[in-house]
């Protein structure tokens, strides 16, 4: 998350910025699952804000019902989701994306899921799980950085270079796992690789035991809007064996949800 700082450049107020809305906006964001109840302090400190700022805001959002208090921890309540779902209202291909889903989920017997590109993250839309038990707690709003999932690499790839390069360079390469690609000219290459073949793999990546794979989701000018993946635990499924026994119907399932979005015959399979 990036939480601005007293000392941070804050754009200045015009008739193009209104920046009472922008602190509205970090003080939403400062709660997360890792912080889901905050005093006026913490949300103050998180959202790079006075006190007195903090409390205004907070005060107004639970006005709105967007946030609950006990009078000394607050947290955002359940109407908070109607911003995140007017979103996804707004896509209806998403409504005809799930029984797609379901039906990929029935066949391979593995998690998949569709996300979108914002910024250097991708942030998901759909999840359509398993019943199995796996360690990673994701749904829809959740977010993981885009270098590291196949998703997200599906989703730089289709960025044109210039752009994509720009973006990398402002993104510390980090080190999730011992499998993690933290040189920048290796990433530049496997994105690439995504891009001509349609589809990536990430093998432990971002986290131990976790492989995933991906293919582009496109609209109808044939630009990749969103990602399907297939996610497993690499104890069980090798990554020789999504290639060669979940790609295919992984293709056949984005080629479907493109061409229900207008895409070009030849993308999204």
Not at 8 to 33: C, H, M, N, T, W
Not at 71 to 99: C, Q, T, V
Not at 146 to 174: C, F, I, K
């Amino acid at each position: 998350m990036n939480i601005q700082t007293p000392d941070a450049k804050d754009p200045k107020p015009s008739d193009s910025y209104v920046q009472s809305f922008a602190r509205g906006l970090e003080v939403i964001r400062s709660f997360s699952a890792a912080t889901p109840q905050q005093t006026l302090s913490e949300v103050a400190a998180r959202a790079g804000l006075t006190r007195a700022g903090a409390r205004r805001i907070l005060l107004t959002l639970q006005t709105l019902g967007y946030v609950e208090t006990d009078g000394k921890l607050f947290r955002l309540s359940p109407r908070i989701l109607d911003l995140g779902f007017a979103y996804l209202s707004s896509l209806p291909i998403w409504n005809l994306a799930e029984p797609v889903m379901e039906d990929l989920v029935e066949e391979v017997r593995e998690s998949s899921s569709a996300a979108v590109l914002d910024g250097l993250d991708i942030v998901y839309v759909l999840r359509v799980p398993t019943h199995k038990i796996m360690r990673t707690n994701l749904g829809v709003g959740s977010r993981l950085p885009a270098p590291w999932t196949s998703m997200g690499r599906v989703l730089l790839a289709g960025l044109p270079d210039e752009e994509l390069e720009a973006r990398l360079a402002q993104h510390p390469l980090e080190r999730f796992t011992a499998h993690t690609t933290t040189e920048l000219p290796a990433l530049l290459s496997r994105i690439r690789e995504a891009r001509q073949q349609g589809w990536c793999l990430v093998n432990q990546e971002l986290e131990e035991g976790l492989i995933s794979i991906a293919a582009p989701l496109a609209d109808r000018t044939g630009r990749t809007v969103a990602a399907l993946n297939i996610s497993g635990q690499a104890n069980r499924t090798s990554a020789a064996m999504m290639q060669e026994s979940l790609l295919p119907a992984l293709l056949r399932a984005a080629k479907t949800i493109s061409r229900m979005m207008g895409a070009p015959r030849g993308r999204g399979e």
